[in-house]
């Protein structure tokens, strides 16, 4: 029995790759809920936290069984099968009033002339999640099935207009809300969202104000949007409509949206944000309600499972090379300088790896998957010490999720139930300062930490390119009746998921990825321990 995605909300779950005795991504097996360890289960503000740990890893597939792989791929399919209105509504579609012939006359959709122009996407169109062939399990990155790492097709769907839609533009009343911490290319989202809806035909557009919390709290009132008042937005960082964690309980939500009369609501935001926001679509599911409910992930971290890359994360890690390049300065121009830099990344290190591995000015990355030794003769800081005798200076790159081990645990959670992590930049810092002193080195330590300015930079070009389709296909989802769902970008194609194969686990680095050995040939940093 494969593991069916819950309708329950799940939240925070750490679940390390390389904990797995698998390789690959945890999210192509399917494992039975036995194989959990409920090891934490928590209500706050209403919502249900559950820490999930995998304590075994073996996928529940009987490999023995001729006809695995068809049985794998129809459980693939019913997983990755997009929640639609029609499951439990009685709605019939109508030609769809987008289009991109000539503006004003969409009736003429079904006409020969604008079948060859081919503007729309079917419902059967799909795109495939994996492409590599690996040879064995131990090729460099193989992320496997079976033992034999045979090719198993794995398609999603996707993204883009349909040709049949499932609202009447004009009664449309659409709502936009960002849930979390800021990223970079909310606005362009936000501006691309309120265009493409008023594509369609959409006059009521409405902006929910500071996260989820604008669903509940008095005197947040919704912001009315139009092309007028979204134009300019992206030249700034932040989001027009503010965000926020935290917040009211599902079913204020979802009373909320039905006294609003919302029957659009597009959710921009990271992996507890998705898990609200499927919580919405079940609720709304629950009482019938005719609302579609679509997610664009917002991570400035990366750390959504399946997507090649979420929108802002290119940016931070062109914004984080300022910083690192600063450091760089500053350990080279110093006596026995150590310049050390602290980048974002709660627990994934995507960010300090590409950061690293752009610069190439880093001597040692530390991140949250790749346990690592401070103390000894294979620590840090004797490395450090070997990097100021052969090259006079060192620059250090840490994520924050890294070296929790080694401080003191505070236990407090934010108000979205995240744990608050303890600092390692101030305490490694702190080490390296000790260290030179306790040996009677000289060090010149100089500590950068840029995570506020990279959050609140405005999209860069390449992330506003992805911003604009990402923001647009929410739009195209929600028209083609589809609810529960998310956009993003798989294997270079657009595509829609179901929310919640995409928050099953944050998304982390594999210490055994070709990336992350990239990361150490270009540091030259050996095995710490
Ligand atoms: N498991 C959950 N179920 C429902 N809502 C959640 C859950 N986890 C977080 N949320 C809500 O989603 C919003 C954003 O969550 P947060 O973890 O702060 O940011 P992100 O979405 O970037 O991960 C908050 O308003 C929070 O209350
Ligand atoms: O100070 P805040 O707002 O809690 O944000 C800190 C967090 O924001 C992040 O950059 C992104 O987190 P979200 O995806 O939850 O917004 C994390 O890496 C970091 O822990
Ligand atoms: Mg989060």
Redesign the pocket.
């Known amino acids: 029995m494969a593991f069916a995605p819950s309708t329950t909300a799940v939240g925070p779950v750490s679940i390390r790759l390389h904990h797995l005795h698998w390789s690959g991504n945890v999210s192509i097996f399917s494992f039975s809920q036995s194989r959990f360890r409920r090891s934490d289960k928590k209500t706050r503000n209403g919502f249900l936290f559950m820490d999930v740990k995998a304590v075994a890893a073996k996928p529940d597939i009987d490999f023995e069984d001729a006809n695995w792989k068809k049985h794998f791929q129809e459980d693939w399919d019913r997983r990755f099968n997009l929640p639609h209105l029609t499951d439990i509504l009685d709605v019939m579609p109508r030609p769809t009033t987008f289009s991109l012939k000539k503006r004003g006359s969409p009736e003429n959709i079904n006409g020969a002339s604008n079948d060859r122009r081919n503007d729309y996407v079917y419902n059967d169109d799909r795109a495939l999640l994996k492409v590599i062939k690996y040879s064995s399990p131990n090729s460099a990155g193989a992320e496997c099935i079976d033992p034999d790492c045979s090719w198993v097709e794995q398609w999603v769907h996707r993204a883009g207009p349909r040709k049949q839609i499932y609202f009447e533009p004009n009664e449309v009343k659409a709502g936009i809300v960002t849930c979390?911490?800021l990223?970079p290319g909310l606005n362009d989202v936000i501006r691309q969202i309120v265009f493409t809806l008023e594509k369609y035909g959409v006059q009521r557009i409405v902006g929910i104000p500071f996260g989820y919390r604008g669903f509940s709290e008095e005197g947040l009132e919704e912001i009315p949007l139009s092309r007028r008042v979204v134009q300019n937005i992206n030249l700034q960082g932040g989001s027009l409509l503010g965000v926020s964690?935290g917040g009211p309980n599902i079913s204020e939500i979802v009373d909320n949206i039905q006294a609003r009369g919302v029957d659009m609501l597009f959710v921009l935001g990271?992996n507890?944000t998705h898990a609200g926001a499927n919580a919405i679509h079940n609720e709304c599911r629950k009482r019938r309600m005719k609302v579609s409910v679509v997610c664009v992930p917002k991570?400035?971290?990366n750390d959504i499972l399946l997507m090649d890359k979420t929108f802002g994360f290119d940016t931070a890690v062109e914004e984080a090379q300022r910083a690192i390049n600063s450091a760089y300065i500053e350990a080279h121009s110093a006596y026995h300088g150590i310049g050390l830099v602290k980048l974002?990344?709660?627990d994934s290190g995507f960010i300090a790896m590409h950061a690293s591995l752009s610069s190439g000015q880093i001597d040692i990355c530390l991140i949250p998957e790749v346990p690592f030794g401070l103390e000894g003769p294979y620590g840090v800081l004797r490395h450090l010490e070997h990097l100021i005798q052969t090259k006079g200076h060192a620059v250090v790159c840490v994520a924050?999720g890294a070296g929790q081990d080694f401080m003191q645990k505070s236990n407090a959670t934010?108000a979205s139930g995240?744990n608050v992590?303890s600092d390692f930049g101030v305490h490694i810092q702190h080490k390296i300062k000790k260290h030179f002193k306790d040996i009677g080195v000289p060090a010149d330590v100089k500590y950068i930490d840029p995570t506020y300015m990279i959050?609140a930079c405005r999209a860069n070009a390449s992330d506003a390119i992805l911003c604009t389709v990402l923001g647009q296909n929410a739009v195209h989802g929600a028209f083609a009746g589809f609810s529960g769902i998310t956009t993003g970008i798989c294997n270079t194609h657009y595509v829609y998921l179901p929310i919640p194969e995409v928050i099953r686990s944050p998304r982390c680095v594999d210490p055994n990825s070709r990336m992350w050995h990239r990361c150490l040939t270009s540091t030259g940093q050996p095995d710490f321990h």
């Open positions: 979390g911490g990223c964690r990271g507890g991570t400035i971290d974002m990344g709660r924050e934010d995240n992590l959050r």
